[in-house]
């Protein structure tokens, strides 16, 4: 008599093999599906380039956003959106021309538009709000406003350096005299965001930008750079993973918040102009304590292994440890240093999140909105370099 629960040898082979194969299908097919345009963008691609430059040019441009687009559940978050959405189309615009420079005058009035966005009133009343002060009436005063004109002053030396046009020239000097004024002997070494606030990623945007001033227009900031690099290493930087601190108190200095992936992928993107070696330091700590796979899709954690931590603003949605901000920001540092395998990683990450679509010669992810593909946008044309001319590499 047989026994019908009872399987034969034969039926338990089938069965296994059928199980490894859906394993390997999982593990293969929606990888190499998601991640099969990544090699074009790498190598950057003219075309995808374009269409993405295109796609974003709709989404923030041909429509008149404002912060209510962005409900975040806070009037200051959606307006460092909408702030966001603008400025990273901008960095997006001037980075396509820095590979394709026959691309000039095609997005020089795109990079140029993102600017003027950026000095509307309505943008920029996130953070006049919070100092109750106007950032731009006055560069005199004693307010940092790193939050706004840190950011703004990078996308202004990258359109100097990028276009050699000089509609905004007197406003990069004003605001890189402004940072050099309120840093020289500070014992920080750190500007406010906003009062009573210090970030040090956003302080990398102030310092990368007083960097890109010195490289565009010859002024010579080198000595108060050093300095500043030398306070990051020893006061910002986690002395056990080599992180970022994500935030530290306005008095002395101090830690108010752990070493997060999404300041420290975010924080080099910008500090690259100013001290490349930190920079790049900084992305082999995050690949060492935050950058991880899952089903070969790559993602970056917003705590380093073994820590735990809330979901915020900063880092976005936090799914298995991956941190959505962590993970997409560090798509720039891995183009810059030529990581193909993580760049590879991360780029299907984006396009199965993001669902890419093209349409009329542009291209655009459904999920991201105007903030979301601005973002992929910049982190997608991040200027590639030569590690070995620095003689840094691991």
């Known amino acids: 008599m047989k026994h019908p629960h009872r399987f034969s040898r034969k039926h338990m082979l089938q069965i296994s093999a059928g199980m490894l194969a859906s394993v390997v299908a999982l593990y293969t097919i929606p990888f190499a599906w998601c991640s099969r345009g990544a090699a074009r963008w790498l190598d950057g691609d003219r075309e995808v380039q374009i269409k993405l430059a295109r796609g974003v040019e709709r989404l923030v441009f041909d429509q008149q956003l404002s912060s209510k687009d962005f409900r975040t559940g806070f009037d200051l978050y959606d307006g460092e959106w909408l702030f966001g959405s603008y400025l990273m189309a901008g960095i997006g615009f001037t980075q396509v021309v820095m590979e394709h ?34 950032p731009l009436a006055s560069f005199a005063g004693d307010n940092h406003h790193a939050a706004y004109l840190g950011y703004l002053n990078l996308l202004l030396g990258l359109y100097r350096k990028t276009f050699g046009e000089a509609h905004f020239d007197d406003l990069h000097n004003q605001i890189t005299a402004k940072f050099v004024r309120h840093l020289s002997g500070n014992p920080l070494g750190l500007l406010e965001s906003y009062p009573g606030e210090v970030y040090p990623v956003d302080n990398c945007f102030v310092i990368g930008s007083i960097g890109l001033h010195q490289s565009v227009t010859g002024t010579d900031h ?17 002395a056990d993973t080599g992180l970022l601190i994500q935030a530290v108190d306005p008095y002395y200095g101090r830690p108010i918040d752990v ?8 924080g080099l993107i910008a500090l690259h102009y100013a001290d490349p070696v930190l920079a790049h330091d900084l992305y082999l700590a995050m690949k060492s304590h935050l950058a991880s796979h899952l089903f070969r899709f790559g993602g970056v954690r917003e705590y380093p292994f073994g820590q735990s931590g809330r979901m915020d603003i900063d880092s976005g949605p936090i799914v298995f440890g991956f941190g959505l901000s962590s993970t997409g920001f560090a798509i720039a540092g891995a183009r810059r240093y030529d990581d193909r395998a993580f760049f590879r990683g991360l780029f299907a990450t984006a396009h199965l999140c993001g669902a890419p679509v093209g349409w009329g010669g542009r291209r655009a992810y459904i999920s991201g909105g105007p903030l979301g593909n601005a973002i992929l946008f910049a982190m997608l044309t991040s200027p590639r370099v030569n590690l070995s001319e620095w003689e840094i590499l691991p």
């Open 101 to 134: 420079p026959d691309l000039k005058d095609e997005m020089e009035p795109l990079a140029r538009k993102a600017i003027e966005k950026l000095l509307r009133d309505d943008v920029r009343a996130f953070d006049q709000q919070l100092w109750r002060a106007d």
């Open 222 to 238: 080198q000595e108060l750079l050093a300095q500043l690099s030398v306070q990051i290493r020893d006061k910002y930087v986690d």
């Open 259 to 266: 070493a997060r992936g999404s300041g420290t992928v975010l």
